[in-house]
């Protein structure tokens, strides 16, 4: 069966701290792989997605980024956090355009 | 583009009602629509995942029906119970060759005792 992990499940940082999250799915191959932000009373937002290894796509100009090193590990990064960046941050993976599978999610908050 | 709307945004009910919350999209060239429920704190749970060739899908308590030439779906819960209190999200794949998936944003539902 598929699953996704993700960690940390928790991060407290202060700002200007750089930032790595990271994804982890089995179970599948070759899946497309999606980064979500879910901030205080709004809706998913998308941040990135990628649909091969090294293949990502920006969805929204920020200080973040993100990689695709093996099939199925995807990791969200900063060099320089910023408040603002606080939120709940959520992986997701499906095959084409099949159903879609969520991680846990990683709270990030920073001070 | 494709817009996804969930009404209503939030819903308080007394358990044991059946309970109707509405998922509509603009663009009816889809592939399918998914529905999530989501527990605070959590990630989203898939719930129903319904073909563009079908018209409901079902699953324990939960129906859900799709209706693509009105831009419409609904998620039917039967006899709802105080564990249904979460939020909802209904997600539509367009066709065209995007991979990217839709989101409304979500009823947030409470069954209270």
């Known amino acids: 069966s598929q699953t996704i992990h993700q960690w940390p499940a928790t991060l407290v940082q202060p700002v200007g701290s750089p930032l790595s999250l990271e994804c982890t799915v089995e179970?599948?191959?070759?899946?497309?792989l999606y980064w979500y932000r879910q901030a205080a009373g709004r809706g998913l937002q998308l941040l990135f997605y990628?649909?091969?290894?090294?293949?990502i796509s920006s969805e929204v100009p920020q200080n973040l980024s993100a990689s695709r090193p093996q099939d199925r590990q995807f990791i969200l990064s900063s060099k320089k956090l910023l408040l603002s960046d606080s939120g709940f941050y959520l992986c997701?993976?499906?095959?084409?355009?099949?159903?879609?599978?969520f991680g846990e999610g990683s709270r990030l908050t920073v001070l | 583009k494709q817009e996804v709307t969930q009404i209503p945004a939030a819903l308080s009910v007394p358990e044991g009602e059946n309970l109707v919350l509405n998922c509509s999209f603009t663009?009816?060239?889809?592939?399918?629509l998914q529905w999530f429920r989501q527990d605070p704190g959590k990630g989203l749970t898939s719930l129903l995942l319904i073909q563009s060739s079908q018209r409901e899908q079902t699953s324990g308590r939960l129906n859900a029906s799709l209706d693509k030439s009105s831009g419409r779906s609904t998620l039917y819960i039967a006899a709802s119970q105080p564990g249904d209190s979460a939020t909802y999200l209904c997600?539509?794949?367009?066709?065209?060759?995007?991979?990217?998936?839709?989101f409304g944003r979500g009823t947030s539902l409470i069954v209270h005792p």
């Open positions: 990628s649909v091969g290894i090294g293949q």
């Open positions: 997600a539509v794949h367009t066709s065209g060759g995007s991979y990217i998936p839709t």
């Open positions: 179970g599948t191959s070759n899946p497309n």
């Open positions: 997701a993976h499906n095959r084409d355009p099949g159903e879609l599978f």
């Open positions: 663009d009816s060239a889809i592939y399918n």
